[in-house]
């Protein structure tokens, strides 16, 4: 079963930056479909960005879009998830897995830890 395992939350005032990551346990996220997701506090996931497996396209949701970006470092086997300019409302923590459809957070398998990203003043 994949693992994926989060990192890079942390607690940060509005306007900030953080760099999230995502390795792989036992796999290579290289040449897959990947996707950071979003759980907010209260019911449900939500995309929040998502790449192609060939990197030729991504997704944003509106709310992080020009903001967000998601990367790979396949070298290291590493996805990374670039949040500039924080606003509260992107509290939550984050997880990475391969999205179902159009950056749909997947139905079935299980979803690790997360990070936790809380923005606040």
């Known amino acids: 079963q994949e693992q994926f395992v989060e990192s890079g939350g942390d607690s940060v005032q509005p306007g900030t930056s953080l760099r999230l990551s995502c390795t792989a346990s036992?796999?290579?996220?290289?040449?897959?479909?990947i996707g950071w997701f979003r759980q907010a506090p209260g019911p449900g996931r939500e995309g929040v960005a998502c790449?192609?497996?060939?990197?030729?396209?991504?997704y944003y949701a509106d709310s992080v879009k020009g903001r967000f970006t998601i990367s790979r470092d396949k070298a290291k086997n590493t996805v990374y998830l670039q949040m500039n300019d924080l606003k509260p409302e992107d509290t939550g923590v984050y997880y990475c897995?391969?999205?179902?459809?159009?950056?749909?957070?997947?139905?079935?398998?299980?979803w690790g830890r997360g990070t936790l990203v809380t923005v606040s003043s």
């Open positions: 036992g796999f290579t996220l290289n040449d897959i479909e």
């Open positions: 897995r391969r999205p179902r459809g159009v950056c749909l957070p997947p139905l079935f398998g299980s």
């Open positions: 790449t192609t497996d060939s990197d030729d396209s991504s």
